[in-house]
T-cell receptor
Framework: KNQVEQSPQSLIILEGKNCTLQ??????????LRWYKQDTGRGPVSLTI?????NTKSNGRYTATLDADTKQSSLHITASQLSDSASYIC??????????FGAGTTVTVRA | GAGVSQSPSNKVTEKGKDVELRCDPI?????LYWYRQSLGQGLEFLIY????????KSGLPSDRFSAERTGGSVSTLTIQRTQQEDSAVYLC???????????????FGQGTRLTVV
């Protein structure tokens, strides 16, 4: 069964600080990996999408990394802002139409 | 439209009643997905449409769940004889192609929060 595991489940950081979220997956054959941000009561919004050959991709203060050999990805948030408070979801797809979702990491940024 | 639209935003229904959830995808998007998100859980795949046909219905939890798509556009997810365990947020997403395989972007609606009492 394809699985996507995220850690930590939740974290609290002070405004202006950095944090890193982890994603491990067993989806095979691997097609791409995405990070989504989901604000409370809203649908997920894409941050980055990476294919097998990409090691890193940035979107503003968000930087995602991918190690396809170890099947690990991370999302780094730099200089956090209050608006970064949300759930961050790792999504991995095999070479099909299906997307496998992690349970998400809930980030709370405090002033 | 500008984005994926779902209605209603919230639905409270009595156990045993039928409910119908609606998804309006982005115009021109051929692929449409339904997911279910329970509290503290990851998104659970329900069904995938390519055009009006559903190649994969394997994610539907029981025969009380059904979905259809007409005109390659609007989709409805119907839950018959609702049970309390059906309570969740139901999310719809659309993409130009099959998002996973084609590395294309999948855009999500805001979801319908269903509460069965």
């Amino acid at each position: 069964k394809n699985q996507v595991e995220q850690s930590p489940q939740s974290l609290i950081i002070l405004e202006g600080k950095n944090c890193t979220l982890q994603c491990n997956y067993t989806v095979s054959p691997f097609s791409n990996l995405r990070w989504y941000k989901q604000d409370t009561g809203r649908g997920p919004v894409s941050l980055t999408i990476m294919t097998f050959s990409e090691n890193t991709k940035s979107n503003g203060r968000y930087t995602a990394t991918l190690d396809a050999d170890t099947k690990q990805s991370s999302l780094h948030i730099t200089a956090s802002q209050l608006s970064d408070s949300a759930s961050y979801i790792c999504v991995v797809s095999a070479k099909t139409y299906k997307l496998s979702f992690g349970a998400g990491t809930t980030v709370t940024v405090r002033a | 439209g500008a984005g994926v639209s779902q209605s209603p935003s919230n639905k409270v229904t009595e156990k045993g009643k039928d409910v119908e959830l609606r998804c309006d995808p982005i115009s021109g998007h051929t692929a449409l997905y339904w997911y279910r998100q329970s509290l503290g859980q990851g998104l659970e795949f329900l069904i995938y449409f390519q055009g009006n046909s559903a190649p994969d219905k394997s994610g539907l939890p029981s025969d009380r769940f059904s979905a259809e798509r007409t005109g390659g556009s609007v989709s409805t997810l119907t839950i018959q004889r609702t049970q309390q365990e059906d309570s969740a947020v139901y999310l719809c997403a659309s993409s130009l192609k099959a998002a996973a395989r084609e590395n294309t972007e999948a855009f999500f609606g805001q979801g319908t929060r269903l509460t069965v009492v």
